[in-house]
């Protein structure tokens, strides 16, 4: 077990990607990585071990921007090391990806993809959507994502971002959890609902096969089709 965060919002995304991870700690981690948008780019910040560590290096190099995801690994495929922490990007750089689970067809897909051209630069079987969602993505970044999500086996929960849509994280899931909570001008992808809490109790329940298009104004679920679904809302009452 491990965790994802997404933010997108008006407050510095990586202070909410750290604080959220921290709050996920529990699931486990041996690395941990934040990727934030910002002036048409990407920024990844990963390190090995403790949260503490990601967490110095970003206040180093503090990271710009509003829309951000994060992650702590657990690794499966690939020993814990920077370059198997989370995100992992495409060829171009303009894709980032973050992913618990396992994708079990994963060398299938690596070896169609280096035929493809795909330089991936990891041990992951998670580096495979990064790329994957690039090679099916022509401007429209759900529609890659739900393309990417058919050719996997196994489990996800992921985040993803690009850098043609600074604004917006797409998130899928299957066999692994996620959730969506819902603020006031702000929105915040997460593992658990622990992670939200510091910012809404509104909670909208992803499920199995769906896939959400999260911008700091709005949160749109769609089915594996992208037919447009109405959104389980869950209301928290506990307190952290
Ligand atoms: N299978 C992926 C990896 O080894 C994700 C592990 C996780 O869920 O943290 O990087």
């Known amino acids: 077990m491990c965790g994802i965060v997404g933010y997108t919002g008006p407050r510095r995304a990586s202070d909410v990607l750290v604080g959220g991870l921290a709050r996920l700690e529990y699931r486990g981690y041996d690395s941990a990585g934040v990727a934030c948008l910002s002036d048409g780019g990407i920024t990844v910040t990963r390190r090995v071990g403790r949260l503490d560590n990601l967490r110095r290096a970003i206040t180093e190099t503090p990271v710009a921007g509003g829309v951000g995801i994060g992650h702590t690994r657990w690794a499966t495929h690939g020993r814990p090391s920077e370059e198997n922490a989370h995100p992992h990007a495409d060829c171009s750089g303009s ?22 051209g795909h330089v991936l630069r990891s041990e992951t079987d998670t580096e495979t959507v990064a790329h994957l969602v690039e090679s099916y993505y022509e ?9 990417a999500v058919r050719r996997l086996e196994g489990s996800y929960a992921l985040g993803v971002v690009h850098t043609d849509h600074p604004d917006t994280i797409v998130a899928a899931r299957k066999d692994s959890p996620l959730i969506i909570g819902a603020g006031e001008g702000e ?6 609902i ?8 509104e909670v909208v329940v992803l499920h199995d096969g769906e896939i959400a298009v999260v ?19 869950m209301h928290v009452e506990w307190d952290l």
């Open 194 to 201: 622990p992670a939200v809490l510091e910012y809404t109790r």
């Open 187 to 192: 929105n915040v992808v997460a593992s658990d």
């Open 139 to 147: 401007g429209d970044l759900a529609v890659a994502v739900s393309r």
């Open 215 to 233: 911008t700091r104004d709005g949160i749109a679920v769609h089915d594996a089709e992208l037919n447009v679904v109405e959104p389980e809302m």
């Open 95 to 116: 894709i980032a990806v973050v992913h618990n689970g396992i994708i079990e067809n994963y060398l299938e897909l690596r070896e169609e993809l280096a035929a493809n």
